[in-house]
């Protein structure tokens, strides 16, 4: 993998690299668009996806598809995921998704069965301090996204692991450095590409997002 490449990992894979490295392993992405599939197996080759979504059209391409172990379509309130096998994965990743869901406290304790002993989840979500931040073009105040319906803090969403037997292994305001420092060129990038700057670019400067980073036992 070239500099280049490992710098434009997606954040929310960060984690699972540092924990998993090259080694083989099964990952559900509950909410897997945006190209999420390709992107995995640009990182995680020996890697196996599975990817869940309300929808086959945000975002995707036949490519993603065909990167992909399983789809499975479903609206995650509904809290039926009796397609989606028990005991199976090795890795759940959850990124901006929770803050769309009533329920999520819910859909966290339903998708518990389907890791294995030692599995790992990694939730992302807009923390508290997202709904104090500016307004910007693309999310940067939580308020600026009306599909948001609820926000979620790393206390509440580690209890509710804790009580389907998660042990935290972290969590908190999630913040990169390299983001950080990458910040003028995706400036130039954005400017060039979609003719303004996206609010994601701004995420970690203000501290937008939080994570929990969990083992189940």
Known sequence: MSLIT???????????????????FTLLDVGSGNKSATDFKTYFPNGTYHGVDMVKDYNY???DFGKM??????????????AIPDNHFDAILMAHIIEH????????????PKLKSGGVIYIEYPGEKSTTLPSRKGTLNFYDDDTHVRVYSV?????????VGFEIKAGGLRRSYRNIFMMPI???HNRVKYGYIMASVFWDWYGFAEFVWAEKK
Not at 7 to 18: A, E, M, N, Q, S
Request: proline content about 3%.
């Open 6 to 24: 490992a710098l434009k990992i997606p954040t929310k894979f960060v984690r699972l690299k540092k924990h998993f490295g090259n080694k083989a």
């Open 69 to 82: 172990e399983a789809f499975y379509e479903m609206d995650l309130t509904k809290l039926d995921y009796s």
């Open 101 to 112: 869901l009533h329920n999520g406290d819910k859909v966290l304790e339903q998708l518990e």
């Open 61 to 63: 391409t036949e490519e």
């Open 155 to 163: 206390p509440e969403v580690s209890k509710v692991l804790e009580g």
């Open 186 to 188: 995706k400036f130039i």
